[in-house]
């Protein structure tokens, strides 16, 4: 989990150079930043775990950390969607960066067509407000990463990728 934390981070900090709104920029490097830091603490706490051995105490704690990880995890992705919207500017040759931007495009072009489908489809109330039964959620950046498929033969045992190996290729 840690490792995937600094790949959410490692995301997030290219999400953020190269957003077009200094805002979400800002928004988006703050959540990398408590992001990291749970991330740390969560390693600290694992090591610390492993020496110890098995007390109630370590264990909450170690679970405590992981529930902030995650919840760090989804403020970064929701700050992603939000730069996303707002538009990235031209991402530079580096291929971790291109593959992060195509990643948020296919995003992006999934909600684009799900907001289409929606106002073609959409069923309203009598005060001509759409109605929210039956309606289908938006796609969210969340959703993208748990779709994809585990490749956990890519995933190093250390917390830095391996050379060739690049930020989306591991699974969330």
Known sequence: ???????????????????????CSMELLRATEHTQSISSQLGIVARVKAVTGESR????LLLSNVQ???????????AAEAACVKGL???????????????????????TQHRAKEALNSARDELGLRKTRG??????????????PPRSRNIPKHPNPRKGHTVMDRHL
Do not use: Y
């Open 1 to 23: 989990m840690v490792s995937d934390g600094q790949v959410v981070v490692k995301f997030g900090n290219i999400l953020a150079k190269h957003c077009l709104d200094q805002r």
């Open 57 to 60: 105490a370590s264990s909450e």
């Open 68 to 78: 902030n990880l995650i919840q760090a995890v989804q403020h970064v992705l929701r």
């Open 89 to 111: 500017g031209q991402p530079p040759e580096d291929p971790e960066e291109e593959e992060v931007a195509a990643f948020c495009q296919q995003w992006r072009k999934t909600l």
């Open 135 to 148: 309606a289908k959620a938006e796609p969210t950046l969340m959703s993208l990463v748990q779709e994809q």
